[in-house]
């Protein structure tokens, strides 16, 4: 009997020695570290510039008096549409001065310089007429061959914006035609009067294009002298976008770069395409004081005229550069990312461990990076790793 409470009494002991031993293993183990896991996936994948931009009137004229004069009051206000030939103004003349036969060899080498500026739009007019209708030729050709499955959607909407373009392109040089011929009766009404010492006749400015007013710098009469502004003409059906960017972001944007405007006001997403990139930079001090280059960057809109109506001149947009695109890209957060030396390295789950790898990137964006080797699709990797995940470190998926 006493033998049995020995053993009875050894076992127990046993037991609560066991139990304590185990509870100090479990003390002393290192739980995991719990960790942001994401999978590496494909996807579509875009590189973006982002930046602030104004609209702007295609083509814009300003209507400059003549000759020395008294201008009478202008009896349009801002936003007035103007037809073509539409007098804006009278001016009564002062008595000119009688021309030396230098000032009047001056006077008609601006008439001549007049003349070859007004041949030369008119070439260019021409020019941009044959370009819109062999665009339009094209478009018919392509929407033939789209109606049998020859081509894609995306060919028939590169015709179509092809179209658009040229359309755009052909009324502006319509519109410098008209303008440099407004230019040379200018030169030559300026030449008239000044040649025979002044007239009493008022001399009458007027629109050398229809659009609208869009500015008027003095609406009162007053004395006015020959060159002076009178008031500003543009179309604005005819808008384009001005955006200045870092020259570092501008060596990334080339003609043809397709632009995407948001949080413009209206309903949905703009479409633009880049139309020039300046090659002049100038220099800009940002918000916190640091001199920055920047370059003025030019976006055509592509969307249909009738999504953008409501915009007017020097309305403020967002625009999105796509420097780069493309779908099925295998990628993984960049916040996974981390410098490993020359390369890039990042925290791969292995068997509930963390695993450093190596890993090459290509394209990244903000929130996404391009593996090109490395890693393979569907393993999950460490977000944001901290100081305490290491090499072979035991981590387990944070609780939501």
């Given at each position: 009997?006493n033998?049995?409470?020995?053993?009875?009494?050894?076992?127990?002991?046993?037991?609560?020695?066991?139990?304590?031993?185990?509870?100090?293993?479990?003390?002393?183990?290192?739980?995991?570290l719990?960790?942001d896991?994401?999978?590496?996936?494909?996807?579509?994948?875009a590189?973006?510039?982002?930046?602030?931009?104004?609209?702007?009137?295609?083509?814009?004229?300003?209507?400059?008096?003549?000759?020395?004069?008294?201008?009478?009051?202008?009896?349009?206000?801002v936003?007035?549409?103007?037809e073509r030939?539409?007098?804006?103004?009278?001016?009564?003349?002062?008595?000119?001065e009688?021309?030396?036969?230098?000032?009047?060899?001056?006077?008609?080498?601006?008439?001549?310089?007049?003349?070859?500026?007004?041949?030369?739009?008119e070439?260019?007019?021409?020019?941009?007429?044959?370009?819109?209708?062999?665009?339009?030729?094209?478009?018919?050709?392509?929407?033939?061959?789209?109606?049998?499955?020859?081509?894609?959607?995306?060919?028939?909407d590169?015709?179509?914006?092809?179209?658009?373009?040229?359309?755009?392109?052909?009324?502006?040089?319509?519109?410098?035609?008209?303008?440099?011929?407004h230019?040379?009766?200018a030169?030559?009404?300026?030449?008239?009067?000044?040649a025979?010492?002044?007239?009493?006749?008022?001399?009458?400015?007027?629109?050398?294009?229809p659009?609208?007013?869009?500015?008027?710098?003095?609406?009162?009469?007053?004395?006015?002298?020959?060159?002076?502004?009178?008031?500003?003409?543009?179309?604005?059906r005819a808008?384009?976008?001005?955006?200045?960017?870092?020259?570092a972001?501008?060596?990334r944007?080339?003609?043809?770069?397709?632009v995407?405007?948001q949080?413009?006001?209206?309903?949905?997403?703009?479409?633009g395409?880049?139309?020039?990139?300046?090659?002049?930079?100038?220099?800009?001090?940002?918000?916190?004081?640091?001199?920055?280059?920047r370059?003025?960057?030019?976006?055509?809109?592509?969307?249909?005229?009738?999504?953008?109506?409501?915009?007017?001149?020097?309305?403020?947009?967002?625009?999105?550069?796509?420097?780069?695109?493309?779908?099925e890209?295998l990628?993984?957060?960049?916040?996974?990312?981390?410098?490993?030396?020359?390369g890039?390295?990042?925290?791969?789950?292995?068997?509930?461990?963390?695993?450093k790898?190596?890993?090459?990137?290509?394209?990244?964006?903000g929130?996404?990076?391009?593996?090109?080797?490395?890693?393979?699709?569907?393993?999950?990797?460490?977000?944001?790793?901290?100081?305490?995940?290491?090499?072979?470190?035991?981590?387990?998926?944070?609780?939501?």
């Amino acid at each position: 009997m006493n033998i049995t409470m020995q053993w009875r009494r050894r076992i127990i002991l046993g037991l609560i020695a066991a139990l304590l031993a185990w509870g100090l293993v479990l003390g002393f183990w290192a739980r995991p570290l719990e960790v942001d896991l994401a999978s590496a996936s494909r996807g579509p994948l875009a590189v973006t510039i982002e930046q602030e931009g104004r609209t702007r009137v295609v083509d814009r004229y300003v209507v400059t008096a003549p000759v020395n004069g008294y201008a009478r009051r202008i009896r349009f206000d801002v936003g007035d549409a103007i037809e073509r030939g539409a007098m804006l103004v009278e001016l009564d003349p002062v008595r000119a001065e009688v021309l030396d036969p230098r000032r009047r060899a001056e006077a008609e080498a601006r008439i001549a310089a007049a003349e070859d500026s007004v041949s030369a739009a008119e070439q260019r007019a021409n020019a941009a007429a044959s370009n819109a209708g062999l665009a339009h030729k094209e478009l018919q050709r392509v929407r033939a061959l789209r109606a049998t499955g020859h081509v894609t959607q995306a060919a028939e909407d590169r015709a179509a914006s092809e179209v658009e373009r040229s359309a755009a392109e052909q009324r502006s040089a319509q519109f410098a035609v008209a303008t440099a011929r407004h230019e040379l009766e200018a030169a030559r009404t300026a030449l008239k009067y000044a040649a025979s010492g002044g007239s009493a006749r008022p001399v009458a400015v007027r629109a050398p294009v229809p659009g609208q007013v869009l500015k008027i710098p003095r609406k009162s009469e007053g004395t006015v002298a020959a060159g002076q502004a009178l008031i500003e003409i543009g179309d604005p059906r005819a808008l384009e976008v001005e955006v200045d960017v870092l020259s570092a972001d501008a060596v990334r944007i080339s003609p043809g770069t397709r632009v995407l405007f948001q949080r413009w006001g209206g309903a949905g997403a703009l479409e633009g395409v880049v139309r020039v990139v300046e090659p002049a930079g100038f220099t800009k001090v940002s918000a916190l004081g640091v001199e920055e280059q920047r370059v003025w960057v030019i976006v055509a809109f592509t969307s249909p005229r009738t999504q953008w109506q409501r915009l007017g001149d020097g309305y403020r947009v967002e625009a999105t550069f796509i420097v780069w695109e493309a779908r099925e890209i295998l990628q993984i957060p960049a916040s996974a990312l981390f410098r490993d030396g020359e390369g890039w390295a990042t925290f791969a789950l292995e068997h509930g461990k963390a695993a450093k790898r190596r890993i090459e990137i290509g394209q990244r964006s903000g929130l996404s990076a391009q593996v090109l080797a490395g890693i393979k699709e569907g393993e999950q990797v460490i977000v944001h790793p901290d100081d305490q995940v290491r090499e072979g470190v035991r981590v387990v998926a944070r609780s939501r």
